[in-house]
Structure formats: structure tokens, C-alpha cells
């Protein structure tokens, strides 16, 4: 399967999936096909080949992009398919790999998260459907660490490096087609500046945003960096356009923002890095850029009756500010850190921060803060969690700058993590991303996009 999608032309495998949105409009269970295809193919394709080609290392791309699809069309076997099967792929990987030594570094974590569980199981109370809660809170640790301990060090060529925001970025394009044919007119649509779930796809505004935000930046990797010709070129450019567009009008920041950073990140880290030649492309590119930035941003708002505007400013419909940046996020968060000061070493224990969140100022709410969460689950080894998940891709980063978008798929982690806790995926497996080291093979002089090629230094 993957290396269909890799050897076919991209405008082709485009086209399927935006059709494959559409037809999921009418038969949303034929997703469920993806679902079973995807692993059975996975497995079947690592196995078969010892991982050589990086096998599970793309179709984890892609499962993390088709996530959200699935979960919007009920396409999805159970609700956290996409992280164990992240985690099935990346332990066959594992089999085919020589273990290391480093790779401890993230056993360890492993280690770290079992004096949380053990006092989630102990403490439950029981009405907490236990299995549930735990899994829910602690499963985006789990597919991070399992991930991480596959791609740590990892080495994989240049060329196998930009296949990756492609792989991800196909069946986004599937949830883009789906929310446009699906969605009712922006004037029914549009009517307050709260996340507007008709404008999402009838799903999470949160979470398509989040994909969506991931979607724009992919599209715009693929334009900078893989697609080759001028045709492949301008049809991604206006699909990043209309990603990002429909990305807005879902009325949920967090996504959108991260996705507009990392597309900067990307072009600064070229400028700082390129030669001379990519240096003038990318201040072509900005200021360009930045005019097609006023005139898109302008339509936007005129076509979202000037809701989004306001939506960014913090304020309701009526132009009125609101109280709460956060969406009353800073709530959980406040409640999540008090927890952590009454059970600073241990944690209140995996699984339990709704329960105890509720004895404490009667909220019954789940996390959006994976930071805050773990700070209050599982305590000072949740802050020694954190912390060394944050510094190991900025050291590996110091004598692995050909990996141009290790800076870009760190920020996205650091962003979503916050807004979004770890209810996907995405966040998991980018994270992990971060952690392959990149080389430089000689290919012959094509036609091929070679923006790498002794443009990026050591």
C-alpha cells in the first residue's frame, strides 16, 4: 500500500483522496474498510520486508493522518485504534532493529509512568469505569514512549525524511473534501464565535482543527520540498489554501495557530540554513506570502460574517469580550496543578484527575492539558517525565540539524499537548518524529526537487 502511494504520481493519489472524502460523505462505514485495511497491510508489508524501507515508520504516518477521518466517519474499530496500532507497527519495527543502548532513555519513562498506574488502580473508586480512565489518560504516553523508542536515532535518508508530511498530508485532504461536501452553507453555519461543529464535519472542532492546522503545514512541506513539478506545485498550494480555510471556519484556534508557526519555523530554518539561492527564494516566498496572507485573511472573515475575526479577538458575536481566554481551560489547569501540590511525588494516580476534579469544585471534565495532567497523575515523575522528553530532541538536534523539520514537529508536540492534550495520535507520534537522525545519500542529478542538496548544513 505504502509504496503505491509513494510511486504513484502525487496528483493521482491526491485525487483519490479527495473522492475518497466525498464517497465518505454518502457511506461513512466504508471507512471502516481503511480501518482493516491499513493495519492488515502494515503488518503484512513490515513483516514481509524487516522494516528495510521504513516500512513501519510510514504507515504510522499515515494512520496518525487517517485518525481523525475515521473517527468523524465511525470508521474506527474501537476509540483509540490509531495509537495501538502506532504502537503494533513500531514494535515490529523494533524486532528488525539493533538495539541500543539510548533507547533506555525511554524504557526508563516507561518505568516512570507504573507508580501512577498502580495508585489509579488502588484508589478508583467504583464508579470509575477503571480500564476506561486509564487507558483514556495514559494510552498518548504510552504510543509517545513505544514511538520514541523506535525512531530514537533512527537513521533514514533526506529523501525518506520529506515523504513523511506527504504521507501525512493525503488523508487529511480526505477530511477536507468530507467537511466541504458535508457542511451546510457558511451563512446557516456561521451565527456565533464559539467552535462550530457544522463548519467541522458534524466532529470535534478541536480535534479537526489540530489535524487540519498539521494539514497546512504538511501541504506546505510538500510544496517547498517534494512535489516536482510546476503543475504538482500549484495544485498543493491551493489545496494548503483550502485546508487552512476550512481550518478557520471551524472556529477552534489551537490547530491553525501551531500549523501557521510551524509553517514559519520551516521557512526561517531554510533561510538560516540554505544558501544563497534559497535565500532569495524564501524572502520571494515571504513577501508574496504575506500579501496573499492579507487578501486570504480578509475573505475569511467575510465569508465567516465576520465571526472569526472576532473569534480571534476574544470576543462573542456581539462584540463583546469575553472573560476567559481559554475557554475556560485555565479552570482545569488551576485544578490540575492544585492536585499536584497536595500529591507532589506520587500523583493522585492515573485515570482519576476527572474524578477528584469534581470532588474538589464540582467540574466533571475531562483534561486538555497533558502538561497539567501529568503533573497531577503521576507527580514529580511526571515532571521529570516532561522535562526529559523536552530536552532529548533539542540536545539530539545540536549535531542533527539536517533534520529541517525537527524544529517544526517539536513545536507542534509542545503546542498540541497544551490545547489539545493527548486525545489523538498526532501529538504521540510527531513528537517521535523528532528523534531520527537524518544523512545525506549522493542520488543522481534528476529532475527531482533537491532543495537538500548542499543547501543544508551540518
Known sequence: MIKFLLHSKLITIICIHLLIGVIAVAVPKMTLLITVFVFLFGVIDIVKNKDRNNEALFYCCYVVGVEVFLRMTGGMIFNEYA?????????????????????????????????????????????????????????????LLVAAIYTLNKNIRYQDLIKIPYLLALPILSIVSFIIVKSPSLKVAMTSTQSNFATSGGFGPNQVSTILGLGTFCLFAIFLL?????????????????????????????????????????????????????????????????????VFWSYTVFASGGMLEKRYNNQDARGR???????????????????????????????????????MIGIEAASHNEISRLFAEHGSFGVFILLTQILVPLVLWLDNKR?????????????TINHAAMRTASPSFIYALTLLRVRFDPIPNTNENTIYRQSISA
Open 83 to 143: 495509537k495501538y496500532t502506532v504502537m503494533v507497527f513500531c514494535f515490529l519495527g523494533l524486532l528488525y532493529q539493533n538495539f541500543k543502548a539510548d533507547k533506555f532513555i525511554y524504557i526508563a519513562l516507561l518505568l516512570l509512568l507504573l507508580p501512577a498506574v498502580i495508585i489509579g488502580l488502588q484508589e478508583a473508586s467504583y464508579e470509575v469505569n477503571l480500564r476506561k480512565a486509564m487507558m483514556f489518560n495514559i494510552s498518548g504516553q504510552l504510543t
Open 226 to 294: 517534494y512535489a516536482k513539478t510546476r503543475t504538482e506545485k500549484i495544485i498543493v498550494l491551493i489545496l494548503m489554501v483550502v485546508c487552512a480555510f476550512r481550518g478557520l471556519l471551524t472556529m477552534s484556534r489551537g490547530g491553525m495557530i501551531c500549523g501557521a508557526i510551524m509553517i514559519l519555523l520551516l521557512m526561517g530554518y531554510v533561510f538560516l540554513f540554505g544558501n544563497s539561492k534559497l535565500k532569495t527564494n524564501i524572502i520571494i516566498m515571504s513577501v508574496l506570502g504575506i500579501l496573499g496572507f492579507v
Open 321 to 359: 469580550v469575553k472573560e476567559s481566554v481559554l475557554t475556560g481551560r485555565e479552570t482545569l489547569i488551576e485544578s490540575e496543578f492544585q492536585m499536584f501540590f497536595d500529591n507532589p511525588i506520587f500523583g493522585i494516580g492515573v485515570g482519576r484527575n476527572k474524578e477528584v476534579r469534581e470532588e
Open 403 to 415: 533534520h529541517i523539520l525537527l524544529i517544526p514537529f517539536f513545536i507542534y508536540w509542545a503546542l
